[in-house]
């Protein structure tokens, strides 16, 4: 089945900096590709998408890149704030599975003010 | 609107005893799914209802694990005897579409502490 990659475990920026997270995913044929953003004692929260026709989205602060050739995605933070502490999470589902969701480990980022 | 409602919010039993665990989605919501979530990884899936049949059940350990979701609404996931790896937090999450590629609502989660 796919498999999914996140890196780094833990990113520490200054606030105002920017931080990059990265995934990379094992089946070509994954085709859906969300961000989720998990605070503390809560479940985890939607904040960006990416379908495999497209090859960057942005929302405000929050880009995401795919490269299908690689086989990987980015979550770009630009200006980052304290409020953005929190773990980030990549996933990638695919029709030949069922479309379900397979999510990554996780990136725990922390914005030092 | 009202988010997905889950409870209890903590449990801690010993090992080789039962738990419940429930889930109410958002309103309009057909599918509905159970997640595990261990500490330090992702959510891993263990269910996914769409109304009130399974969809995929494939990563559920059927031998002391079951779910229900009657009337295609509430659902409860019920873990019996528990060992001490089912120590996570488990998430129930809901979304407007059949298919996963939408977003998925979750609550907060149900922590689960077996010694």
């Known amino acids: 089945g796919e498999n999914v990659e996140q890196h780094p475990s833990t990113l520490s920026v200054q606030e105002g900096d920017s931080a990059v997270i990265k995934c990379t995913y094992s089946d070509s044929a994954s085709n859906y590709f969300p961000w989720y953003k998990q605070e503390l004692g809560k479940g985890p929260q939607l904040i960006i998408d990416i379908r495999s026709n497209v090859g960057e989205k942005k929302d405000q602060r929050i880009a995401v890149t795919l490269n299908k050739t690689a086989k990987h995605f980015s979550l770009h933070i630009t200006e980052t704030q304290p409020e953005d502490s929190a773990v980030y999470f990549c996933?990638?589902?695919?029709?030949?599975?069922?479309?379900?969701?397979?999510f990554g480990a996780g990136t725990i980022l922390r914005v030092k003010s | 609107e009202a988010g997905v409602a889950q409870s209890p919010r903590y449990k801690i039993i010993e090992k080789r005893q039962s738990v419940a665990f429930w889930c109410n989605p958002i309103?309009?919501?057909?599918?509905l799914y159970w997640y595990q979530q261990i500490l330090g990884q992702g959510p891993k899936l263990l269910i996914q209802f769409q109304n009130n049949g399974v969809v995929d059940d494939s990563q559920l350990p059927k031998d002391r694990f079951s779910a229900e979701r009657l009337k295609g609404v509430d659902s409860t996931l019920k873990i019996q005897p528990a060992k001490l790896e089912d120590s996570a937090v488990y998430l129930c999450?809901?979304?407007?579409?059949?298919?996963?590629?939408?977003?998925?609502?979750f609550g907060e989660g149900s922590r689960l502490t077996v010694l």
């Open positions: 309103s309009g919501h057909a599918t």
């Open positions: 996933a990638a589902s695919c029709a030949l599975y069922g479309n379900k969701l397979v």
């Open positions: 999450a809901s979304s407007l579409v059949s298919e996963n590629t939408g977003e998925l609502f």
